[in-house]
């Protein structure tokens, strides 16, 4: 079964090289020429993997992956963000933090390209591995086949990576989980090639924003180690 990509760009030639691409390698393809159409997109269309440029008029593609990300039916969707310039360390983090998957630089290889949606896709399939389908204890319950977290019985909105993370630490309480096994298990990075603390860093403490002063207390930080749930 063709899986469907959503294409977000304004530069109408590489929508339609990259879309002829992507065609001829069993993908349904569906364009938009900017952020807001994207949303719109999205709202009629089920896409299986999102791809964005970050340089677009109005809405760029940073506002438009934390916009999708508030969509609950686009939540967990796979994003690959591009960009035309060379993009610095804190560039990549804001984009994590907003809910994007992985990069790419213009110009890019298709058949790299390729492999980064393939790779990507596979780490959705292959999420989560928790089996639980509920947890809920104490202040909490974590919807893990509905991608949904109430806090004190109300629902809270995250992102992907964040109920991700959270689901880890929460289905393991007590239990110190490293940053090498964060990257891995929910960026789906080789630790021996991407190992950067601040990722992490950055996702844990807008989580703690989210989930109230109480409940992020009990998320604990274990000084050159990674984090627990108590």
């Excluded at 159409?37 to 089920?46: F, H, P, T, Y």
């Excluded at 984009?95 to 058949?111: E, H, L, N, R, T």
């Excluded at 960026?187 to 601040?198: A, I, L, Q, S, V």
Aim: with cysteine; hydrophobic share 40%; proline share 5%.
């Amino acid at each position: 079964m063709r899986k469907k990509v959503l294409i977000v760009d304004d530069d109408r030639e590489i929508m339609d090289i990259l879309g002829k691409y992507l065609s001829n390698h069993n993908f349904s393809v569906l364009s938009a020429y900017n952020g807001a159409e994207g949303l719109a997109v999205l709202e009629d269309a089920k896409p299986d993997i999102v791809i964005t440029d970050v340089e677009m008029p109005g809405m760029d593609g940073f506002t438009f992956c934390k916009k999708l990300r508030e969509h609950r039916a686009a939540a967990s969707l796979p994003v690959i963000i591009m960009s035309g310039k060379k993009i610095t360390e804190t560039d990549m983090v804001s984009g994590y933090a907003g809910g994007a998957d992985d990069y790419v630089i213009k110009p890019f290889s298709y058949p790299v390209l390729l492999a980064k949606i393939q790779a990507v896709l596979k780490r959705a399939k292959d999420a989560p591995v928790i089996k639980t389908a509920k947890i809920k204890k104490r202040g909490f319950e974590i919807d893990l086949e509905g991608r949904a977290l109430k806090v004190a019985g109300k629902p809270v909105r995250v992102t992907s990576k964040e109920f991700d993370l959270f689901s880890l630490l929460a289905s393991k309480p007590g239990r110190v989980i490293s940053v090498s096994h964060m990257i891995e298990n929910i960026w789906g990075f080789d630790p021996t090639n991407y190992n950067n603390p601040h990722t992490v860093e950055v996702h844990i403490s807008n989580l703690r924003k989210k989930l109230g002063p109480r409940l992020s207390a009990r998320i604990k930080a274990v000084a050159g180690h990674g984090y627990k749930f108590e």
